[in-house]
């Protein structure tokens, strides 16, 4: 199996918040833990790349941002580690954001690894939104429109989350669809989670940007993962 990398970080918090996790993750997978210079240029690809981030620093945005450059060129999930991390027995669980319309294989793989390595429940969290112009309604949205349009985005997630919850039996799984943009769905969904896992590259920016508010605001690591 490949090596968990932990990537070089510039300030003391974030390296020990990092190195930590990066520790942690070695352990489950029963890999080694690698520090190279470049964690771009690791041989093969890494199970994961592990860098640490100061809540200070916006890590996903400006081009110029040296965590920007790496999760926009890792080929591998990146996994961000906020300074303010909190660990507690009652982080016990793996959020993952999922577009129920075009699911990242790759995320939706390694969230259900995480789950499964930890022992704990998956919370897939899909965020929809009402069709256009029905909030421009004179009278308002229907209940009985509102829900079928939630059944079917419900369906949606189910038919994604489905080839995976085949392939992984024992992990159990809720599946949530919330009336959200996916960065507030998130922050609602992962108070108690040691990890949330978001895709890139998947169509839309929408979860790119749920995962710059979570660096900000949330306590866990934040997977992003390319699809």
């Known amino acids: 199996m490949e090596p968990v990398i932990l990537?070089?970080?510039?300030?003391?918090?974030?390296?020990?918040?990092?190195?930590?996790?990066?520790?942690?993750?070695?352990?489950?997978?029963?890999?080694?833990?690698?520090?190279?210079?470049?964690?771009?240029?690791?041989?093969?690809?890494?199970?994961?790349?592990?860098?640490?981030?100061?809540?200070?620093?916006?890590?996903?945005?400006?081009?110029?941002?040296?965590?920007?450059?790496?999760?926009?060129?890792?080929?591998?999930?990146?996994?961000?580690?906020?300074?303010?991390?909190?660990?507690?027995?009652?982080?016990?669980?793996?959020?993952?954001?999922?577009?129920?319309?075009?699911?990242?294989?790759?995320?939706?793989?390694?969230?259900?690894?995480?789950?499964?390595?930890?022992?704990?429940?998956?919370?897939?969290?899909?965020?929809?939104?009402?069709?256009a112009g029905a909030a421009d309604r004179p009278f308002g949205v229907p209940e009985s429109d509102r829900a079928a349009w939630e059944d079917h985005e419900v369906q949606l997630l189910c038919d994604a989350l489905r080839p995976w919850c085949e392939k992984f039996p024992d992990v159990h799984v809720l599946a949530d669809v919330r009336l959200f943009r996916p960065a507030e769905a998130l922050l609602h969904c992962s108070e108690r989670a040691e990890l949330v896992v978001v895709p890139r590259d998947s169509g839309t920016t929408a979860w790119e940007v749920a995962a710059r508010v979570l660096l900000r605001r949330a306590t866990c690591a934040v997977a992003v993962v390319p699809s």
């Not at 974030?14 to 771009?40: H, I, K, Q, S, Y």
């Not at 790759?106 to 897939?124: C, D, E, I, M, T």
């Open 7 to 131: 990537a070089r970080t510039g300030t003391s918090a974030p390296t020990r918040a990092a190195t930590a996790w990066a520790a942690d993750e070695a352990r489950l997978r029963g890999v080694l833990l690698r520090v190279p210079d470049d964690p771009l240029r690791v041989p093969g690809t890494p199970s994961v790349i592990v860098c640490g981030v100061s809540r200070e620093e916006d890590a996903l945005s400006g081009s110029g941002s040296p965590w920007a450059m790496l999760v926009g060129a890792a080929h591998c999930p990146v996994v961000l580690v906020p300074d303010g991390l909190a660990t507690s027995r009652h982080r016990t669980g793996v959020t993952l954001g999922v577009d129920a319309r075009a699911p990242s294989d790759a995320s939706l793989g390694l969230a259900f690894q995480s789950a499964r390595l930890r022992g704990v429940r998956l919370h897939a969290v899909h965020a929809w939104a009402l069709p």
